[in-house]
């Protein structure tokens, strides 16, 4: 069972909706990050939070709104998407701040949410 | 800049084979190298990662990788395979400050009875 849990696991959306998608861990990670992966293809890091603050926006269209309201929780705020976001998007957790010494801690991936957008 | 390339798209191979999966990686400082394993529709696992020291690596499920700067290489090896071993395996290469992963495009692994 992954410590990392997302939710919901499909969701299919119209292109003028808005929806959530939502992470939450409770190992005491201090960051969080979203990945964007499509089929066959490898995840491709989307956002990254460090200790509840934003700390890299890897230059994501405005479409999709992260947030992150307390440490153990993260939500990707999804509004007016199109057909090609359609993807696995997965939340995963690592220990301690955005140092190099981080990388003692790997990332602990949820099990992603599976995005149509029709 | 930095990239990760993992040569082999598809890998099929018989159930009690030895295996290698072959990565290499471009980056201009030492790098921090992990593979990772996803099975359909799961997440991703971490299998086992370098960051400095031993320059042979032990992970889990009785994986291990071998890093060698000379051929900025971090391929990873299993003695048999299992059944269970067929997934998508990605290599990474932790750049930056921290906290940022970049992985390479994958390698599919059939297992085959």
């Known amino acids: 069972d992954t410590e990392v849990t997302q939710t919901p696991k499909h969701l299919v959306m119209g292109m003028t909706n808005k929806k959530s998608l939502k992470c939450e861990q409770h190992?005491?990670?201090?960051?969080m990050y979203w990945y964007k992966q499509k089929a066959k293809k490898p995840p491709e890091l989307m956002f990254v939070?460090?200790?509840?603050?934003?700390?890299i926006n890897e230059s994501v269209p405005s479409r999709f709104s992260p947030e992150c309201p307390n440490s153990s929780l993260l939500n990707l705020h999804l509004h007016a998407l199109q057909p090609e976001d359609s993807a696995l998007y997965l939340c995963?957790?690592?220990?301690?701040?955005?140092?190099?010494?981080?990388?003692?801690?790997?990332?602990?991936f949820g099990n992603g949410t599976r995005l149509t957008v029709t | 800049a930095q990239s990760v390339t993992q040569p082999d798209i598809h890998i099929t191979v018989s159930e009690g084979a030895s295996l290698e999966l072959r990565c290499n990686y471009s980056?201009?400082?030492?790098?921090?190298l992990f593979w990772y394993v996803q099975s359909p529709g799961q997440g991703l696992q971490l299998l086992l990662k370098?960051?400095?020291?031993?320059?042979l690596v032990q992970g889990i499920k009785g994986f291990e990788a071998e890093f060698k700067r000379s051929q900025s290489s971090f391929n990873l090896r299993k003695p048999s395979v299992h059944w269970s071993d067929a997934a998508e395996y990605f290599c990474?290469?932790?750049?930056?400050?921290?906290?940022?992963?970049?992985f390479g495009t994958g390698t599919s692994l059939t297992v085959i009875p």
């Open positions: 995963a957790s690592s220990q301690g701040p955005p140092t190099v010494s981080s990388y003692n801690s790997p990332l602990h």
């Open positions: 190992m005491g990670h201090r960051a």
């Open positions: 939070y460090s200790y509840e603050k934003l700390s």
């Open positions: 980056y201009g400082a030492t790098p921090y």
């Open positions: 370098y960051f400095s020291g031993d320059t």
């Open positions: 990474a290469v932790g750049v930056g400050t921290g906290n940022q992963f970049y």
